[in-house]
């Protein structure tokens, strides 16, 4: 079994700053895994990109995202983070932390989602 923890969601006020992190762990060890990204689902919305990183490092962020979050990845421990800077009351939304092609020993998962993690922002 494979999966994604999330934590660092909260309460915070507009203009703070928060830090997520997502952590793919299991009973199986994990070989590979390609893509790893953020996303987001505010109430009433559908879900939406936030920020993605290759295994080769490369970076992609919503046009949202852009200059207020940093997304970083330790390949050692396949953990991805997510800095968020100067947040916006608009940035609420349950975060949720997905992986692509997590390769093991003996099985391959498309992809993977965490359960999600809920950031307030405060005007």
């Known amino acids: 079994q494979v999966q994604l923890v999330e934590s660092g969601g909260g309460l915070v006020q507009s203009g703070g700053s928060l830090r997520l992190s997502c952590a793919a762990s299991g009973t199986k060890s994990i070989f590979s895994i390609n893509a790893m990204g953020w996303y987001r689902q505010a109430p009433g919305r559908e879900r939406e990109f936030v920020a993605s990183i290759t295994r080769g490092g490369t970076t992609h962020y919503a046009d949202a995202s852009k200059g207020r979050f940093t997304v970083s990845r330790d390949y050692a421990n396949n953990i991805i983070d997510l800095q968020m800077n100067n947040l916006k009351p608009e940035d609420t939304a349950v975060y949720y932390c997905?992986?692509?092609?997590?390769?093991?020993?003996?099985?391959?998962?498309?992809?993977?989602w965490g359960q999600g993690t809920l950031v307030t922002v405060s005007a």
């Open positions: 997905k992986a692509d092609d997590v390769f093991g020993f003996d099985y391959r998962f498309p992809e993977l």
